[in-house]
């Protein structure tokens, strides 16, 4: 195994969510909400990182959306990521599963292929779970979803265990293939101080002055923007042209809990229970 791509993504903290949460056209209003490095992703990153330890590949990570993504890139290199790179253009915008997986393995395609995409379950401000299937089948990748174990790798395979609705299961596959991680596979390490150090002053390529573009690139400082040009993507694949998903409105929803009863551990508790389902269904 030698290289690694994670796929991370910045997303609105869906725990302050707001009554301007949305836009009229149905898509995310993201000024409006604090940003936050994709829980899972984060569990993604570790795995990648722990498989870098142990065989000594190269780990690059990718994320698409606005310029204020840089900061989970930078957060990325502080953990100890090799490479990052932010995809990132207007004509991006907007964009649901089926046309970000569509940028998603183009730019994976322009960077040389990996032998092994990891990426989160799902990310919190959608919680489709599509977007890694959906990458893995336009790179014709084998597919691992629900990692939350890994155990062991060699230079060809990688075995891991998967969470079953069931029960668990314990996959060997030769590479490449996507994993997608699950909160339960690791507990993602603390930034390194030197990397924090080092890195604190990278700037995506877009944002650096030409007079300091030497500098920023002697010091590996400088993020490298990939826009649709680049990476000779189809636009009418790609942002709201490329997207049939259309979100029409949504709700704020409060759940309210009933009146707290407590029947004793006694058979006039069971059946003052029993009568109370009981009227509960009838009323139905």
């Keep these: 195994m030698k290289k690694i791509i994670v796929l991370a993504k910045q997303v609105p903290d869906t725990s302050n969510i707001t009554g301007n949460a949305m836009k009229e056209d149905g898509t995310v209003n993201r000024a409006a909400l604090p940003a936050v490095f994709n829980p ?12 870098k330890d142990i065989t000594g590949c190269e780990v690059t990570v990718l994320s698409m959306g606005p310029p204020k993504a840089i900061e989970i890139l930078k957060h ?12 990132s253009d207007r ?9 970000t997986s569509y940028v998603l393995s183009g730019a ?8 092994l995409v990891v990426a989160g379950r799902q ?4 919680d489709t779970g599509q977007v890694g299937a959906q990458v893995a089948e336009k790179l014709g990748f084998n597919i691992i979803s629900y990692v939350k174990k890994f155990i062991s790798t060699d230079n060809n395979e990688i075995t891991v265990e998967k969470d079953g609705d069931l029960q668990t299961e314990i996959i060997k596959t030769e590479l490449p293939v996507l994993l997608t991680v699950t909160d339960d596979a690791n507990f993602p390490r603390y930034p390194n101080t030197l990397n924090m150090l080092k890195y604190m002053n990278a700037e995506l390529d877009i944002n650096i002055e030409d007079e300091k573009r030497d500098y920023y690139k002697e010091r590996n400082l400088s993020i490298q923007t990939l826009n649709m040009d680049q990476l000779g993507l189809d636009p009418e694949r790609c942002g709201l042209k490329g997207s049939p998903t259309k979100v ?3 709700k704020n929803i409060v759940l309210k809990g009933g009146d707290l009863k407590i029947f004793d551990n006694n058979p006039g508790g069971v059946m003052g229970l029993v009568k109370e389902i009981i009227k509960d269904y009838t009323e139905v």
């Design 40 to 51: 899972e992703d984060l569990n993604a990153l570790e795995l990648a990182l722990t498989l």
């Design 76 to 87: 990325s290199l502080y953990l100890g990521a090799d490479k990052v790179y932010l995809i």
């Design 91 to 99: 004509k991006f915008s907007g964009a649901d599963t089926l046309a």
């Design 108 to 115: 994976i395609q322009y960077l040389g292929g990996a032998d």
């Design 123 to 126: 990310a919190i401000d959608g």
């Design 248 to 250: 029409h409105n949504i």
